[in-house]
Structures are given as structure tokens and as C-alpha cells.
């Protein structure tokens, strides 16, 4: 049997959990989340503790990973594989020395876009692609070596609820694929290219009339479904863009419509 370990969110987490449910000879120790406040944002989803809870599997919530408390638990289970699947702690060299093998689920073409929010930095650049990394974790940020990727393509003028959506659904299919036949035990294979990263900046959902055309419709793909654009300092939660010519047609959650004139 493969011991593993999970440390997860909800949405990520639950798509990885899932596969690991349809692998036979997996035993699924402990799963270490976080609780949202709120509901999950992107789409309808059961919160990862809730989910463990209603299948009786074992969990802990808002606790610090790096702490001796939290490693000691985890060295007296012996997991054969630590997976890391959209959690929002970073791992320090004490804790990455204590365990054999620790991977993690990064959603982008690794070594494009490391760090987080890749998904919004891929779509304010106008990028035509992008894809789920599984590598091994080490003491940087997501330069570990790739154990497997897969790409899928992004739609034109799509939003990024239906962007994360669909790459959970390949996250799926990787974690199954991983475990079931112990790629994690392969050393992976060393970033071939000088990586770049994308921290979301400050105010980065402020959308003006008149703007660049290319910018503006990527904004509101980016951000308009969560958390929003903000539009004459109103918050503007999207549901559907269309576009005819320069001008951007919005529907928002009360399914009010806006225009939003911009430059070519």
C-alpha cells in the first residue's frame, strides 16, 4: 500500500483527492486543509474539510505545517508521498528534509508562470495556452524537477472560472496517472528554461473607458469573475462578456449589462 499524505484546498485539492479515492492499493493517511471563508469562488464545490468529513477520512484544518508539532505527526505515519495540491503555506528546509518524496500540483506550464496566480497572469497576457506541472518540491518556488505536464488550450475571451474548472479536471487525470503508476518515485526531469513568475499586483482589476482593448478584455477574464472589476469605483461581479468590435458587452450576477467603449 502507498501511504500518502495530502495538503490541500478546496478545488484543487478536491479534483487530486478524488483520483487517489480510485486507486486501489492507495492509503490515504491524513489530509491537511484550510477552511474557506465563504463558499469556493470559481465554481460550486464542497469544501475539502467537508468532504473528508462526510467520507470519514482523516483531517486537520488552519494549522502550520512547519511546525514540530505537525512534522512529528507526520514522521509517525511514514508516508511514502507528501502531495501539495493549491495550498497556501510554503514549506521550509526543516520539513522538506524529513520527508522522502513531496510533489505538488502547479497549475502552469512549469517553469512559465511560477508562483502564485499563474492562471490570471497567463490570461492578462493574452496567452493561447497553459497546463498542470506535477513536479518535486524543493527549497525554491516551484523550480523542483518536473515529473509530468500536460497543456490544454484557452479559450478566446474565456473567463477564469471555467479556465480553473477545466484544468481540475486534467489535475484529475494527472494525480491518477502519477500515483497509480509511482511516477513520484522518478527524479524528474530540471527546468530547461530561465522560469518566470507572477504575483498578482495590487488594483490590478481597475478598469477605465477608453483603454487598450487587449488589456481591458483581459482584466475582466481575469478578474471579473472573482473577485470582480471595478468599473467608476463600482464592483462589477461578471457572468458573460461578449464583444462587438472595440466595445465589451458584460452581464453581471443580477444579469444588469454594462458597455465598456475602449481603443483598438
Same mark, same amino acid.
Given at each position: 500500500m502507498q501511504k500518502i499524505v495530502l495538503f490541500g484546498s478546496t478545488g484543487l485539492g478536491n479534483s487530486v483527492l478524488s483520483s487517489l479515492a480510485k486507486i486501489h492499493d492507495v492509503n490515504l493517511e491524513l489530509v491537511i486543509t484550510n477552511k474557506y471563508k465563504g463558499k469556493y469562488p470559481y465554481y460550486r464545490e464542497i469544501e475539502l474539510f467537508r468532504y473528508c468529513h462526510k467520507r470519514k477520512i482523516n483531517y486537520i484544518t488552519d494549522v502550520d505545517v512547519n511546525e514540530k508539532i505537525i512534522v512529528n505527526k507526520l514522521k509517525a505515519i511514514k508516508p511514502d508521498?507528501?502531495?501539495?495540491?493549491?495550498?497556501?503555506?510554503?514549506?521550509?528546509?526543516?520539513?522538506?528534509?524529513?520527508?522522502?518524496?513531496?510533489?505538488?500540483?502547479?497549475?502552469?506550464?512549469?517553469?512559465?508562470?511560477?508562483?502564485?496566480?499563474?492562471?490570471?497572469?497567463?490570461?492578462?497576457?493574452?496567452?493561447?495556452?497553459?497546463?498542470?506541472?506535477?513536479?518535486?518540491? @524543493?527549497?525554491? =518556488?516551484?523550480?523542483?524537477? +518536473?515529473?509530468?505536464?500536460?497543456? %490544454?488550450? !484557452?479559450?478566446?475571451?474565456?473567463?477564469?472560472?471555467?479556465?480553473?474548472?477545466?484544468?481540475?479536471?486534467?489535475?484529475?487525470?494527472?494525480?491518477?496517472e502519477v500515483i497509480?503508476?509511482?511516477?513520484?518515485?522518478?527524479?524528474?526531469?530540471?527546468?530547461?528554461?530561465?522560469?518566470?513568475?507572477? @504575483?498578482?499586483? =495590487?488594483?490590478?482589476?481597475? +478598469?477605465?473607458?477608453?483603454?487598450? %482593448?487587449? !488589456?481591458?478584455?483581459?482584466k475582466i477574464r481575469a478578474f471579473g469573475y472573482f473577485p470582480g472589476i471595478l468599473l467608476e469605483n463600482k464592483l462589477i461581479k461578471v457572468r458573460k462578456i461578449s464583444v462587438l468590435g472595440t466595445e465589451i458587452l458584460l452581464t453581471d450576477i443580477k444579469r444588469k449589462k454594462y458597455i465598456i467603449k475602449t481603443e483598438s
Open positions: 508521498l507528501i502531495i501539495v495540491s493549491s495550498f497556501n503555506q510554503i514549506l521550509r528546509e526543516n520539513f522538506l528534509s524529513s520527508f522522502p518524496v513531496i510533489i505538488n500540483f502547479h497549475p502552469s506550464l512549469l517553469p512559465k508562470y511560477r508562483g502564485a496566480s499563474p492562471f490570471h497572469g497567463a490570461i492578462l497576457n493574452g496567452e493561447k495556452e497553459t497546463g498542470i506541472t506535477v513536479h518535486h518540491i @524543493n527549497s525554491g =518556488i516551484d523550480t523542483g524537477n +518536473i515529473i509530468i505536464q500536460k497543456s %490544454f488550450k !484557452i479559450d478566446k475571451y474565456e473567463m477564469i472560472n471555467t479556465l480553473i474548472k477545466r484544468s481540475h479536471k486534467v489535475a484529475s487525470q494527472l494525480a491518477f497509480s503508476k509511482k511516477l513520484y518515485k522518478t527524479p524528474g526531469i530540471k527546468h530547461k528554461e530561465k522560469g518566470t513568475y507572477y @504575483n498578482r499586483p =495590487i488594483n490590478m482589476n481597475q +478598469i477605465k473607458t477608453g483603454d487598450d %482593448f487587449c !488589456i481591458t478584455i483581459n
